[in-house]
């Protein structure tokens, strides 16, 4: 303890003479922006939220904030409405950035109608003529997208409520994932991630999440040095088979018998063999990937008697063959 | 953790040897206390010395909270991960300084050849500010191009007849007819386009994307930058690395720049006489005491240049490999050409490329300059076209056939436009072309960029855009869209603002030109 407070220290006396410190915060600080994404209330009060909630994860499983007021209705407050409706700026007597203040109303008195979305001032607003004057946001600022009017719209119906729980109430739209496929490419990889940081660390390679979306999968990458990618390697991924998604292989010391290992990645979309030691005897064992897109074999020793079992791979879109003895073109 | 570690990754903000969260100022003290506890957890777990470190508060602020515990305990993985799957693993931008004309190249513009010598009518111009080089003239003759176009590939594209090799690969090809710019000088137009901003001190591309994605390949540079020998000199702009910095970025996602020579990198070999050991044991000293300074005053950028020191020396063995290109078949030279031998030149450049992208270096820029025809630009814009054409359409060819065109993106284009107007006198077979913001041409190919097809229309004189303007800005949200980044989320804090690639001005993805 007495080290965090001597740090505490030095980096305070710092503050005074500036850059260190500046630099720490913008970089403490951007963290938290790169993420403003989710569409939270402010920063602060969205790391405390994110602190509570992370707590209570670590030590079970619900959580207070599970509520589709929290989760649903604010977030859209806070992004559209607060600036004109909240501490600073009350127009119409109304603020938006509590459920208590919401219910408060403005000028006119209540804004929301329990049960009856299109008797709620508040809804009918937000979805007139976009060019009368009343229409909110005011001021031709950016509009509700037509899944954010869902949103109020099904929780007005429900009730209006700040405690009912998120999955208590249906027909809303799925939050937009961040523009990613919905569809799982392969499990959620955080169960498994002390197991993932054990492989990367024992192997030297890296098995990367494919972005923020848990069931985005994972990128075998070996890039860093594909010289310490070997059959043993791969024979040791068996736990982690089911996530890999990509498996970017090329100039690793691979050989057919790693390619054993590979078919139990059942969910690999992409494989990267180029200049590796693969011979057409073992590219056979690949078609029972059935979820694979694409494979490049540029500058292996395979030839055409060794692809052609992989027209049975009804997903295959993409075979690469450059510098082999695959007579061109390549299968597609 | 351990910056000899081949792991090491790349980016300091998250290697965990920074200032802790409880040196901070203005952090709520419940935060604090989360991540302190977080911390005891992991030792409790045996990971290590301060592995939550920068990592654990990124992830902590930036991931929801069921990722939090699972996440922390990846050391080396990048605190950002793409917003979405990406398209785009790397990018090769063939950056044309100096700016080619769009009318004698990729904005065809067939009924201007009646137009010869008219002057161009008042109203397209509608009083626009000129450059000082053409303010004083007291005539704007309109110049056709003296360069034919024909149709080419399946979809039927105008090329240019200086294109006749990229013209083969004109289906792969997505060109974009209007973009615009805000400057109309070289310096500031060259700035925009590889910073996001007309004033030097801002993080470029390349920066932007090894902040927000790491490294693929910890043995080499995230971002590399080249300059190519130019087929003759006219007008040549200066370049310098404020096109390639990163900012107020951590320095580490600054470009490496490639030289052509038996020195690549500069200062990298070991001096005469020093042997490879002995040359490390000075690196763990300097190292070390870096690392002492940091204790004392915990600057992070000390830890930058820290890992810049164990850059330079994994460096030392992964440079060589890659510049040796012994290993390349005479396929290779027949596609690229005979000046691919010649280190530094444009051919050697897209080779080069190749070999960094089948390496995992995630940005590659490459400038050829000299293309600011401002006279004599029938003859020298064919001049440039013979030296770049033969390369450019290589390396689009070498991309696809070793099945890495799906995953690069190549950009191919210059800082603006040129006015269809003649600077200086026009004649049968000669003019110039002053600078033109208005409007100009780019093209992209591959990682994820829809093939084929042409983007944004302008009016019959290329001056003005008449139909889907593409902003500078849209071009860079689109570009981080294709690795899977938000560009309203890929930001940093510096001098009280969120900054971003893209700024504050509006700027959006353009979807009609993704795959």
Known sequence: MTSWLSRAFSVARFVRSGKAALFSVARFVRSGTAASSARRPSLLSRAGLLGVASLVIAVSSSRAEDTFFAQRVAPIFEEKCVACHGEKKQKGKLRLDSFAQLMRGGEGGGVVKAGAPKASELFIRVTMDPTDEEFMPADSKPPLTPDEVKVLEVWIAAGASETALLSSIKGAPALAAPQGPTVALAPDWHPRALQIAQLEKTLGLRLVPRSHVPTDGLVLRTASSPGRCDDAALAQLASVADLIVEAELARTQITDAGLTAIAAFANLRALDLTRTAVTSAGVGKLVVLKKLESINLTSTAVDDAGVAPLRSVASLKNVWTFDTKVSPPGPR | ?515
């Open chain 2, 1 to 515: 953790m351990n910056p000899s570690s081949p792991d090491h990754h790349l980016c300091s903000d998250h290697c965990g040897e920074n200032p802790t969260v409880w040196d901070l100022p203005h952090v709520p003290l419940g935060l604090k206390r989360e991540w302190l506890d977080l911390e005891t957890r992991r030792h409790f777990l045996g990971q290590g010395v301060k592995a939550l470190g920068w990592a654990g508060l990124a992830t902590l602020l930036g991931r929801s909270a069921p990722n939090l515990l699972a996440n922390a305990p990846i050391p080396g993985a990048p605190a950002m991960l793409p917003h979405y799957a990406p398209k785009a693993k790397r990018a090769i931008y063939l950056f044309m300084a100096g700016s080619p004309s769009q009318i004698e190249t990729w904005d065809y513009k067939p009924t201007l050849a009646d137009l010869f010598d008219k002057d161009l009518p008042e109203s397209v111009r509608g009083g626009q500010t000129l450059t000082g080089m053409t303010a004083s003239q007291t005539r704007f003759p309109i110049a056709p191009s003296l360069y034919k176009f024909a149709r080419q590939g399946k979809a039927g594209r105008f090329v240019s007849e200086l294109f006749p090799y990229t013209a083969k690969v004109s289906d792969e090809l997505c060109v974009i007819k209007s973009l615009h710019t805000d400057a109309i000088n070289h310096e500031p137009a060259i700035l925009q386009l590889t910073t996001g901003n007309m004033f030097p001190g801002k993080p470029s591309i390349g920066s932007w994307l090894s902040y927000g994605l790491g490294a693929m390949n910890a043995e080499l540079p995230t971002f590399v930058v080249m300059t190519s020998k130019m087929p003759h000199r006219t007008n040549v702009q200066a370049l310098s690395n404020r096109l390639w910095s990163s900012g107020f970025l951590s320095p580490e996602h600054a470009a490496v720049a490639l030289r052509s020579g038996s020195d690549p990198v500069l200062y990298l070999n070991n001096p005469k006489g020093i042997a490879s050991d002995v040359r490390r044991a000075m690196i763990d000293g300097v190292n070390d005491l870096n690392r002492q300074l940091f204790e004392r005053v915990g600057d992070p950028e000390i830890n930058a240049r820290i890992s810049q020191y164990e850059m330079a020396f994994r460096m030392q063995t992964s440079v060589p490999e890659l510049t040796d290109f012994s290993n390349e078949p005479q396929s290779t030279w027949d596609l690229y050409g005979p000046k691919a031998k010649e280190p530094g030149t444009f051919a050697y450049n897209c080779l080069m490329a190749r070999r960094l992208a089948e390496r995992g270096v995630r940005f590659t820029q490459i400038f050829l300059r000299s293309w600011d025809q401002h006279s004599r630009l029938p003859t020298n814009i064919k001049l440039m076209a013979e030296d770049s054409d033969q390369p450019t359409y290589a390396l689009v060819t070498d991309l696809k056939r070793r099945g890495l065109l799906d995953d690069t993106v190549v950009i191919w284009g210059g800082e603006f436009g040129r006015t269809v107007y003649s600077q200086g006198a026009l004649t049968p077979d000669n003019y110039g072309r002053d600078h033109h913001p208005r409007c100009f041409s780019m093209w992209m190919a591959g990682g994820g960029v829809k093939p084929g097809i042409s983007y944004g229309e302008t009016d019959d004189f290329s001056y003005n855009i008449v139909k889907n303007p593409m902003h500078i800005r849209d071009l860079h949200a689109t570009i981080l869209h294709l690795f899977g980044l938000d560009h309203n989320k890929l930001s940093f804090k510096f001098q009280g603002l969120d900054q971003k690639l893209t700024g504050v001005l509006p700027s959006k993805v353009i979807n009609d030109l993704l795959a």
